[in-house]
């Protein structure tokens, strides 16, 4: 369900620490397996943070006017920048799922040249919570544990299940490379 809903989504809202303070900017991306592959400007503001700090959070969602239509992903884990070989697998993955980012020789040489300076980027999520408030307010994707209490974070057998404060759903915190398998 989550390497689906990554795949069906473009753009997702990296949020970054820097001098300045927090920062959230939306950046286009490709997904393969828990990772999220982007291309940015060495300059652009979320990009001088990375460069100081590779922690990061993401969120990638619907855009709705109903609390029982939240549906998204947000996550957290580190961002690294990508050379060499790394960078050409990463530029044809972002190519397969936006062709103006192709093979630079089919491009339009406007875009050819923006591409030219920009740099490439993974982000590998450490932890994705899964958000779906159309299965009900308080709705818990996996079973609590005997004698655990909803309203506190515990341990659940596919992650961490824990109850949001001020009236959003529960959601499941789910190590990334546990729930992207099988």
Request: net charge negative.
């Amino acid at each position: 369900a989550v390497t689906d809903y990554l795949a069906g989504h473009n753009v997702m809202t990296l949020a970054t620490q820097g001098p300045e303070g927090p920062w959230a900017a939306a950046v286009f991306y490709a997904s393969e397996g828990g990772s999220l592959v982007f291309l940015s400007s060495p300059s652009s503001r979320h990009c001088r943070n990375l460069a100081q700090d590779a922690r990061c959070a993401a969120t990638i969602q619907e855009d709705c006017s109903n609390w029982a239509q939240i549906k998204g992903i947000q996550l957290e884990g580190r961002v690294v920048e990508l050379e060499g070989e790394e960078r050409e697998c990463a530029q044809r993955l972002y190519g397969g799922k936006f062709p103006i980012a192709a093979p630079l020789a089919t491009v339009p040489p406007a875009i050819f040249e923006a591409l030219a300076k920009v740099r490439w980027y993974r982000l590998l999520a450490d932890h994705i919570h899964f958000v779906d408030n159309s299965k009900g307010f308080g709705h818990l994707p996996c079973p609590l544990r005997q004698g655990a209490k909803p309203g506190r974070e515990i341990n659940s057998e596919r992650g961490l299940v824990g109850h949001r404060p001020h009236g959003v759903v529960d959601q499941v915190l789910f190590p990334a490379a546990g729930l992207l398998e099988g």
